[in-house]
C-alpha cells in the first residue's frame, strides 16, 4: 500500500495488542463451559452500579474516573451455563491448568522467558463489561521476539486473563451485557514498538495470528482475536486504538492515526500562531432558542437547556478534516458525548441543522465573539450540557497544547473515536482472591510445539493430496475441523472433507445470507463428523451433504440420522438397491437396446432421483454400467440362440 508519508522520518512507532481467546473447556476460574448463547436463552438477569476503587497506593485511575463521569445502570444476563463466579457474588476457583499450559506453550513460540511464579491482578474496568469492576489478568512471560521480513519484532508481554462479559444493547441510560462470554481465558501479546510501517503492521499481526492458530487451540470466528495498534509519531503522543478485528484493516488504521496526528500538530501550531486561547466561560443562550425550527434543539428544549462556549481563535480549526470525514470538531464531540449528550453543533458549520443565520449571530453576540472565534453550542439537560461543555474546554486546551495520549476505538473505514484517556499503574492491584502458580522446570520441558501451520499446509498436500490452494484455505480457516474429522471418521476421503468446508460451506453461507431460511453457523463440529460418518456409512451420498447441512442449520438440535430420516436418506441393502436400478432398466429396454451403454448417462438421472441421494453416485453408476451391460450381453445370447 502506497503512502504519502515518510514513516521513517515521522519517527513512526507502533506496535500491537492482540488478545485471543483459548479453546479451552473450561473458563479461568470456573468449571463453566466456554460456549456462546444466544441472549433470548437466558433463564434470569440482574443489574449492577459500578464505580472506581483507589489503587492500593489510594488513587484513582484517570481513564476510570471519566468513564465513572456518566452514571449507568449494567444488566447482565445469565445462563444455564454460567455460575456464581461470572455474577461476583462468589470468589474464583484456581487458575485453569489447562489455559496456563497453552498460555506457556505461545510463549515458546514466540521465544519468552516464562516467570518461576504466575501472579493473578485485578485490572479496574468499570465500563460494564465484568460485573465485579475489575478484570482478572496474570503476567505469564516477556522478552520474547519474532521473526519478520524487516528484522526481529520484540514481544514484551504475553499476559493470561479472562474475555469481559459480551455486550447486547446500549441504551442511553443503561447497557445490557451477556454472560456468556465472561470468563473464557484469552491471552494478550504485547509486542514492543518496533513495527515501522503499516505494511510491517500486518505482517507482525498474520505471523502472530499464524503462531497462535498453529496451536490448534485457538477459538476462530468473529469476536475470537481482537488487535488493538499503538501508534505515534515523533511530536506526536502514544494512542491505542481498540478493537480491530479485521487484519485487511490495520494498516489504514495505522496510515489515518498517522494522518490524524500531522494534520493535528498543524492545526496546534495554527492555533498557537494566530493566540487562539481557551478562556472556559459557559453562557446560557436558551433564551434565544425560543422560537427555533431546529429539531435537534426544539426536543431539548422540551426538558433542558441550550449553552454556548466561545473559543477564541479556532474559527476554521474546529471543521478542519484531519481524518477522512472526521474533523477537530468530530473530537470535540467524542469528548462531549462522555457526558450523556448526542453531540455538539459548532460556528465552522452552521448555519445548518435548522439553525439559522440569524440565531448564529445572536449567540455569537451573547457570548462575546469576534471574528476567528468558533462558538460551540450543546442542547440537553443541564447537567449533562454542562459536563459536555467542560469535556469540549478540555480537549480544546488539549489542541492548544500537545495531542493527547487516548485510547480509542477503531471505526470500519479505517479512522478512529475517542473512547477514554490512556489508563495509568493505578488501575492494577493484586487479587486476593486467587493463589499463585509455581511454573516448574517439568511443566516447561513437557510443552511440546506444534507443527506451524505453512509446514501443515506442506504435509496436508503430500499426505492427502490436496491441491496448493485447497490445503492453504483449510489450514488457514478449518484447521482444527478439518483434523477432528480425518482422526473421527475412519475411511474419509480428505479430498471431499476440504472441498465441503471450503467450497459448499462458502456456497451456502452466501445462500444463508441471502435466503435467511438458515444459519449456517448453527452447524456445529460434532455435526460435520456425524454427516461424514452417515456418509462412510452409506447412509448418505455425497451430493446430498449440502442440503443435510441446511437441514441441520434449520434444525440443529436434532440428530443427524433424524435430519436424514426426513429426508428421505438410510441405509439400502444392496438386494433392494440392484432391483431398484434393474427395474428402471426393464421399463426402458428398448431404449437400453437402442442406446447399449450410452443408455447409461440418460438413466442415471432417473435412477439418482429415485434414490434422491440416499447411494452413493458412483456406486449407482457402476451398478447401473453393470446391469446394461449383463442385459445386453443376455439379449446378444438370446438372439444367437433364436437364429
Given at each position: 500500500?502506497?503512502?504519502?508519508?515518510d514513516?521513517k522520518q515521522?519517527?513512526?512507532m507502533?506496535?500491537?495488542?492482540?488478545?485471543?481467546?483459548?479453546?479451552?473447556?473450561?473458563?479461568l476460574?470456573?468449571?463453566?463451559?466456554?460456549?456462546l448463547r444466544?441472549?433470548?436463552?437466558?433463564?434470569?438477569?440482574?443489574?449492577?452500579?459500578?464505580?472506581?476503587t483507589?489503587?492500593?497506593?489510594?488513587?484513582?485511575?484517570?481513564?476510570?474516573?471519566e468513564?465513572?463521569?456518566?452514571?449507568k445502570?449494567f444488566?447482565y444476563k445469565?445462563?444455564?451455563?454460567?455460575?456464581?463466579?461470572?455474577?461476583?457474588?462468589?470468589?474464583p476457583?484456581?487458575?485453569n491448568?489447562e489455559a496456563?499450559?497453552?498460555t506457556?506453550?505461545i510463549?515458546?513460540?514466540?521465544n519468552?522467558d516464562?516467570f518461576?511464579?504466575?501472579?493473578?491482578?485485578?485490572?479496574i474496568?468499570?465500563d460494564g463489561s465484568?460485573?465485579?469492576?475489575?478484570q482478572?489478568?496474570?503476567?505469564v512471560?516477556?522478552?520474547?521476539?519474532i521473526?519478520?521480513?524487516?528484522g526481529?519484532?520484540?514481544v514484551?508481554?504475553?499476559?493470561?486473563?479472562?474475555?469481559?462479559?459480551?455486550r447486547v444493547e446500549?441504551?442511553v441510560?443503561?447497557?445490557?451485557?451477556?454472560?456468556d462470554?465472561?470468563?473464557?481465558?484469552?491471552v494478550?501479546?504485547?509486542t514492543?514498538p518496533?513495527?515501522?510501517s503499516?505494511?510491517?503492521a500486518?505482517e507482525?499481526?498474520?505471523?502472530?495470528?499464524m503462531?497462535?492458530?498453529s496451536?490448534?487451540r485457538?477459538?476462530?470466528?468473529?469476536g475470537t482475536i481482537?488487535?488493538?495498534?499503538?501508534i505515534?509519531?515523533?511530536?506526536?503522543?502514544?494512542?491505542?486504538?481498540k478493537?480491530?478485528?479485521?487484519?485487511?484493516?490495520?494498516?489504514?488504521i495505522v496510515?489515518?492515526e498517522?494522518?490524524?496526528?500531522?494534520?493535528?500538530?498543524?492545526i496546534?501550531e495554527k492555533l498557537q500562531?494566530?493566540n487562539?486561547?481557551?478562556?472556559?466561560d459557559?453562557?446560557?443562550?436558551?433564551h434565544?432558542?425560543t422560537?427555533t425550527?431546529?429539531?435537534?434543539?426544539?426536543?431539548?428544549?422540551k426538558?433542558g437547556?441550550?449553552l454556548?462556549?466561545?473559543l477564541?481563535?479556532f474559527?476554521?480549526q474546529?471543521?478542519?478534516?484531519?481524518q477522512?470525514k472526521r474533523?477537530l470538531g468530530?473530537?470535540f464531540?467524542d469528548y462531549?458525548?462522555k457526558?450523556?449528550?448526542?453531540?455538539?453543533?459548532?460556528?465552522?458549520?452552521?448555519?445548518?441543522?435548522?439553525?439559522t443565520g440569524?440565531?448564529?449571530d445572536?449567540?455569537?453576540e451573547?457570548v462575546g465573539?469576534?471574528?476567528?472565534d468558533c462558538?460551540?453550542?450543546?442542547a440537553?439537560?443541564?447537567?449533562?450540557a454542562?459536563g459536555?461543555?467542560?469535556?469540549v474546554?478540555e480537549r480544546?486546551r488539549?489542541?492548544?497544547?500537545a495531542?493527547?495520549?487516548?485510547?480509542?476505538?477503531?471505526l470500519?473505514?479505517?479512522n478512529?473515536?475517542?473512547?477514554?484517556p490512556?489508563?495509568g499503574?493505578?488501575?492494577m492491584?493484586?487479587e486476593?482472591?486467587?493463589s499463585?502458580v509455581?511454573v516448574?522446570?517439568?511443566?516447561?520441558d513437557?510443552?511440546?510445539?506444534p507443527e506451524?501451520?505453512?509446514?501443515?499446509k506442506a504435509?496436508y498436500m503430500e499426505e492427502?493430496?490436496?491441491?496448493?490452494e485447497?490445503?492453504?484455505i483449510v489450514?488457514?480457516?478449518?484447521?482444527?475441523l478439518?483434523d477432528?474429522?480425518i482422526?473421527?471418521?475412519?475411511?474419509?476421503?480428505?479430498?471431499?472433507?476440504a472441498s465441503?468446508?471450503?467450497?459448499?460451506?462458502?456456497?451456502l453461507r452466501?445462500?444463508?445470507?441471502?435466503?435467511?431460511?438458515?444459519?449456517i453457523?448453527k452447524?456445529?463440529?460434532h455435526?460435520y463428523?456425524?454427516v461424514?460418518?452417515?456418509?462412510v456409512s452409506?447412509?448418505a451420498a455425497?451430493?446430498?451433504?449440502?442440503d443435510?447441512?441446511i437441514g441441520?442449520?434449520?434444525?440443529?438440535?436434532?440428530?443427524v440420522e433424524?435430519?436424514?430420516?426426513?429426508?428421505g436418506?438410510g441405509?439400502?441393502?444392496?438386494?433392494?438397491?440392484?432391483?431398484?436400478v434393474?427395474n428402471?432398466?426393464d421399463?426402458?429396454?428398448?431404449?437400453v437396446k437402442?442406446?447399449?451403454?450410452?443408455?447409461?448417462g440418460?438413466?442415471?438421472?432417473?435412477v439418482?432421483?429415485?434414490?434422491?441421494?440416499?447411494?452413493?453416485?458412483?456406486?449407482l453408476?457402476?451398478?447401473?454400467?453393470?446391469k446394461i451391460?449383463?442385459r445386453?450381453?443376455?439379449?446378444f445370447?438370446?438372439r444367437?440362440?433364436v437364429?
Open positions: 500500500m502506497s503512502s504519502k508519508y514513516y515521522l519517527g513512526l507502533s506496535g500491537l495488542e492482540i488478545h485471543q481467546q483459548l479453546n479451552t473447556k473450561e473458563k476460574f470456573c468449571g463453566c463451559p466456554t460456549t444466544d441472549a433470548e436463552d437466558s433463564n434470569f438477569e440482574f443489574f449492577r452500579y459500578l464505580r472506581p483507589r489503587s492500593e497506593m489510594g488513587e484513582v485511575d484517570r481513564a476510570a474516573a468513564e465513572a463521569m456518566l452514571t445502570k444488566v445469565a445462563y444455564d451455563t454460567t455460575c456464581l463466579v461470572e455474577n461476583d457474588e462468589e470468589p476457583r484456581e487458575l491448568p496456563l499450559d497453552l506457556l506453550q510463549a515458546k513460540l514466540m519468552m516464562p518461576d511464579e504466575v501472579f493473578t491482578m485485578r485490572k474496568v468499570i465484568n460485573t465485579s469492576g475489575f482478572r489478568t496474570a503476567l512471560s516477556t522478552n520474547g521476539y521473526e519478520t521480513t524487516q526481529k519484532v520484540g514484551g508481554v504475553l499476559c493470561l486473563e479472562e474475555d469481559a462479559a459480551q446500549d441504551k441510560d443503561s447497557v445490557i451485557y451477556s454472560l462470554r465472561q470468563g473464557i481465558p484469552l494478550e501479546i504485547g514492543d518496533d513495527i515501522v503499516p505494511a510491517h500486518r507482525v499481526a498474520e505471523t502472530i495470528g503462531l497462535l492458530r496451536t490448534g485457538v477459538k476462530r470466528g468473529l481482537r488487535q488493538d495498534v499503538n505515534s509519531i515523533a511530536r506526536g503522543a502514544r494512542v491505542e486504538i478493537g480491530v478485528q479485521a487484519l485487511d484493516l490495520i494498516e489504514t496510515e489515518q498517522v494522518e490524524r496526528q500531522v494534520n493535528l500538530l498543524d496546534m500562531s494566530g487562539a486561547s481557551v478562556p472556559g459557559i453562557v446560557n443562550v436558551t434565544l432558542f422560537q425550527q431546529s429539531k435537534v434543539i426544539k426536543k431539548a428544549l426538558r437547556v441550550v454556548a462556549l466561545d477564541p481563535g474559527a476554521g474546529v471543521g478542519r478534516e484531519i477522512p474533523r468530530t473530537e464531540s462531549a458525548k457526558s450523556g449528550v448526542g453531540g455538539i453543533f459548532h460556528t465552522d458549520e452552521l448555519p445548518a441543522y435548522g439553525i440569524q440565531e448564529v445572536t449567540v455569537r451573547a465573539a469576534r471574528d476567528g462558538v460551540i453550542l450543546v440537553d439537560l443541564e447537567d449533562r454542562q459536555a461543555l467542560r469535556m474546554i480544546a488539549l489542541a492548544l497544547e495531542i493527547p495520549e487516548e485510547t480509542r476505538r477503531g470500519p473505514d479505517g478512529s473515536a475517542y473512547m477514554r490512556l489508563p499503574a493505578a488501575r492491584y493484586p486476593t482472591d486467587v499463585s509455581v516448574t522446570r517439568d511443566m516447561l513437557s510443552i511440546e510445539l506451524l501451520l505453512p509446514e501443515r504435509r492427502f493430496g490436496l491441491n496448493e485447497l490445503a492453504g489450514v488457514s480457516k478449518h484447521l482444527e478439518f477432528r474429522i482422526i473421527e471418521v475412519p475411511g474419509i476421503d480428505p479430498t471431499l472433507v465441503t468446508l471450503v467450497n459448499t460451506l462458502t456456497k452466501r445462500e444463508s445470507g441471502l435466503t435467511h431460511d438458515f444459519d453457523d452447524v456445529e463440529p455435526h463428523v456425524d461424514f460418518k452417515l456418509f452409506g447412509g455425497k451430493e446430498v451433504i449440502p443435510l447441512l441441520i442449520a434449520q434444525h440443529p438440535k436434532m440428530d433424524d435430519i436424514a430420516k426426513n429426508m436418506l441405509q439400502k441393502r444392496i438386494e433392494d438397491i440392484e432391483l431398484t434393474e428402471i432398466i421399463q426402458r429396454i428398448d431404449f437402442e442406446r447399449g451403454l450410452g443408455a447409461v440418460p438413466l442415471m438421472g432417473e439418482m432421483k429415485e434414490f434422491r441421494g440416499s447411494v452413493d453416485g458412483k456406486v453408476s457402476a451398478l447401473l454400467k453393470e451391460e449383463a445386453l450381453i443376455s439379449s445370447s438370446t444367437h440362440v437364429s
